[in-house]
């Protein structure tokens, strides 16, 4: 992971965000740690995990993370992780 150092194994794609204002795509993957040591990096100030009830939801930078994020909670209740697709509007 560029930008926490951690070193994972991909597991699936997950989901892919289209950002038609900014002209970006994002694809997320579900992933495993495999050596669990990470710190902030030139482009992180600070790197943490959190528990699903403790996700600072006000302090996220990008939607698309958010968005990610607020997905992945869903999903982790019911152990369906199908990909999808989505555009995020500005």
């Known amino acids: 992971m ?3 150092g951690a070193e994972v194994k991909l597991l699936s794609p997950y989901r892919l ?3 038609p204002h ?3 795509l994002y694809l997320m993957f579900r992933a495993q ?3 669990c040591p990470f710190q902030p990096t030139s482009e992180s100030l600070e790197v943490r995990l959190f528990k699903i009830e403790n996700i ?3 302090r996220l930078s990008f939607k ?3 968005t ?3 997905h992945y909670t869903h999903d982790v209740t019911d152990g369906n992780f199908s990909f999808e697709n989505h555009v995020i509007a500005s």
């Open 68 to 70: 990610t994020l607020m």
């Open 2 to 4: 560029e930008e926490s």
């Open 33 to 35: 740690f495999i050596n």
């Open 17 to 19: 965000f289209d950002l």
């Open 22 to 24: 900014i002209s970006q």
């Open 64 to 66: 698309v993370i958010a």
């Open 56 to 58: 600072p939801w006000n």
